[in-house]
């Protein structure tokens, strides 16, 4: 359902098949609410996500309640997008399987990437100030969200006082992925950018039981690029500088981690 989120993530190559591939959705499942592409999702008590996305305190009966709230899926092709900026805000979405990039689009037309998100992360949290999104957020590969309609959590949440503190917590850590946003595009040169990417990366494998030194990036170079304020050159230049040094193995999108601690102190 909900999860704290680390600045930069992209699913890899090494996920086990159930989780890699989009869920598959019983042609007998029951499409609910307004959109056509909702279907019945998955109860989160019983979710193979659940340890990632809610509290662990939470008891049977305040997983039922999280149950009869979460009630549908949306998939989402590659390319196509969860919401636009501007989109009237109704509800948070949670990365069942797949990847997403969160964007921005500057006045003369430019995309600006603000984050990458993966399974058990959440999306949407932008659009809670304002009642309408400020951002596009577009599927990186085939994908599905779980769909958790806003006024009902906030009621849940009144009830459930681990949830409540899970949201808040949601709040705080994109806060806090904001600022170091800040200070790696202000403070780093592109060396340190494109490292600080790899080991994040790497960190937020291994906390889902992945590998941590190989993985499949489902962002483009130019895409990291976008995120990392660098131009694609640049990025290439990065990742070619650290094969030679012997710290990655880059092989298109497969990346294999050779040295970490080299890595971490560049």
Do not use: W
């Not at 030194?213 to 895409?223: K, Q, S």
């Not at 976008?226 to 070619?240: I, N, P, Q």
């Amino acid at each position: 359902m909900l999860a704290v989120t680390d600045p930069v993530i992209a699913p890899g190559s090494d996920l086990p098949a159930a989780r890699a591939r989009v869920v598959p959705i019983h042609p007998l499942a029951r499409t609910t609410g307004t959109d056509p592409a909702a279907r019945r999702a998955p109860r989160c008590s019983a979710c193979a996500m659940r340890a990632l996305c809610i509290p662990a305190e939470l008891n049977a009966e305040e997983l039922a309640k999280l149950d009869a709230i979460i009630c549908s899926t949306r998939p989402v092709r590659r390319g196509d997008a969860l919401y636009r900026a501007g989109d009237a805000f109704h509800s948070l979405y949670a990365v069942r399987a797949g990847s997403f990039k969160s964007i921005v689009m500057h006045r003369d037309g430019r995309e600006h990437v603000t984050g990458f998100q993966i399974a058990g992360e959440a999306l949407g949290l932008d659009g809670i100030g304002t009642a309408q999104h400020n951002g596009d957020a577009i599927a990186l590969e085939d994908s599905v969200v779980c769909i958790i309609p806003f006024a009902q959590l906030e009621a849940a949440c009144r009830e459930i006082k681990p949830l409540q503190h899970h949201i808040y917590q949601m709040m705080s850590s994109e806060i806090v992925r904001e600022s170091s946003q800040m200070m790696l595009l202000g403070t780093m040169t592109a060396e340190q950018r494109v490292a600080t990417f790899l080991l994040n990366l790497s960190r937020r494998f291994k906390a889902r039981g992945f590998s941590a030194a190989e993985f499949n990036l489902r962002m483009t170079r130019e895409e990291i690029g976008c995120y990392l304020g660098m131009k694609l050159e640049t990025v290439s230049r990065m990742f070619s500088k650290f094969q030679r040094e012997r710290l990655v193995d880059a092989n298109g999108k497969t990346i294999r981690i050779v040295d970490a601690e080299g890595l971490a102190r560049v």
